[in-house]
């Protein structure tokens, strides 16, 4: 009889059962911090979350519909950078599932129908080109036609897409006046800003909120601290262009912890008549 013993294999930790966050440095389950909504048990920092999981933390199970999701990206100026803008579009596509930046649509949030729109920070740090500006301005005329509570959640760290030139500038421009059509009919437009919301998108409709949440210490302005900094030379205030640093300047009305949006959105409806 043979005395050697079989060794078992050793068995490795799977990929990304843990995570470590950024917030607190404390190692976490993944899953623990899924069913938090991607929040930390430990330090509640919110880490990102895609745009379809957004929809399905806000919106009643089931209730979504996807409007002008047949829009799709060209290559107007044919720009290319270290790689071609066509290029890109494609990879970003296989990469995020996406075809663009935003999503929109319409469903209930605690059986109230709203029309929703979202940027995503995955799909070229969910800067705003041509798609995104038409898909945001028709949301916004189909909730003024049909009298709906608007809610857009923001989430960009690139603001208007340099790959389109003036036809991403004008974007903002263009969502921004059909929200002011869209007031001036009386509607409610909820802002919701998440980390993080930079450039062009927080110098256009995210900050034209009726009523404008944030997650907490979410990234909100225009140009980043770090270029501020550089440019002017001066020491910035502690927690600077965060949504508590914001809140406090009056920027921002609430900041709102992923888990109660769901709650707090449907709140604000109901009190304003909506």
């Given at each position: ?14 990929e990304g059962l843990w995570k470590k966050c950024p917030g607190c440095n404390e190692t976490i389950y993944t899953k623990t911090a899924d069913e938090l ?170 900050s034209l909120g009726d009523v404008v949440f944030a997650e907490p210490r979410a990234l909100v302005g225009f140009a980043g601290p770090r270029t501020i ?46």
């Open positions: 009889m043979s005395t050697e013993t079989t060794k078992r294999a050793k068995r490795g930790v799977p909504l991607g929040c930390c048990p430990e330090c509640n920092h919110h880490f990102y979350v895609s745009g379809k999981e957004r929809i399905r933390q806000v919106l009643d199970e089931g209730t979504f519909e996807e409007w002008d999701a047949a829009l799709m990206p060209t290559d107007p100026l044919q720009f290319k950078d270290k790689k071609a803008y066509a290029d890109r579009i494609v990879s970003e596509q296989q990469r995020t599932g996406l075809n663009d930046a935003a999503i929109t649509g319409t469903g209930m949030i605690r059986a109230r129908r709203v029309a929703l729109g979202l940027t995503d920070s995955a799909f070229i740090m969910g800067s705003m080109g041509s798609v995104v500006g038409e898909r945001l301005t028709r949301l916004i005329e189909r909730a003024t036609e049909q009298n709906l509570p608007l809610i857009i959640i923001s989430g960009s760290g690139g603001g208007a897409r340099m790959h389109e030139g003036i036809l991403s500038l004008m974007q903002m421009a263009k969502v921004s006046a059909a929200l002011a059509r869209y007031d001036k009919a009386g509607g409610l437009f909820i802002s919701v800003l998440t980390n993080p919301t930079m450039g062009g998108v927080a110098a256009s409709f995210a900094k550089a440019t002017i030379r001066i020491e910035l205030p502690e927690g600077f262009q965060t949504s508590e640093f914001l809140l406090e300047h009056g920027y921002v009305d609430r900041i709102v912890s992923r888990d109660r949006l769901k709650s707090e959105i449907a709140r604000t409806i109901d009190y304003c008549g909506k």
